[in-house]
């Protein structure tokens, strides 16, 4: 079997193959496709729980990021999972880590207008003070968006 199969098998949500796969290849727990996305980052963004919690149960680290610098939280705060995102954060996934644009996950919620996922943020810590590389704040997104249920959350927790 080749990697991209077992890629495939982790975007398809195939359990059964992906454990098979990682016991006759091991190192692929850590390995990375043509984009830079780690098993981890894939099996998330595509909210395939079961894999996900397979490969955090063998030791995929949470906060692993791909070519552009975003985490599978990042991915799924982007695509609104507010499951996979418990999962994550309870496996220890940082809240407020930034992409390579400074981008953290709160910054993505707003940006795609995520309510329930920006809450879910906030109540594990999520800071509205982090700044991208042009000096916004998650606060100051969901402003220019004029998303007003945001701004008040947000409003209420600096």
């Known amino acids: 079997m080749e990697i991209t199969a077992f890629f495939d098998q982790v975007r398809q949500g195939d359990l059964a193959g992906v454990r098979d796969s990682l016991q ?11 984009r830079g996305s780690t098993p981890l980052i894939m099996a998330s963004y595509y909210d395939r729980r079961e894999v996900v919690e397979y490969l955090l149960a063998q ?18 705060c982007f695509k609104g999972y507010p499951e996979m995102a418990k999962i994550l954060i309870g496996a220890g996934a940082s809240v407020d880590a930034p992409n390579s644009m400074g981008t953290t996950c709160l910054i993505f919620a707003v940006t795609f207008n995520r309510e329930p996922m920006a809450r879910l943020l906030l109540e594990h810590g999520a800071s509205v003070a982090v700044r991208d590389t042009q000096g916004q704040t998650a606060l100051d997104h969901a402003r220019r968006l004029g998303l007003t249920g945001l701004v008040a959350l947000m409003e209420n927790k600096s």
């Open 24 to 34: 006759a290849h091991p190192q692929w727990l850590s390995a990375r496709d043509p």
């Open 59 to 76: 030791g995929a680290p949470v906060d692993e990021k791909d070519g552009s610098g975003n985490t599978a939280l990042m991915g799924v």
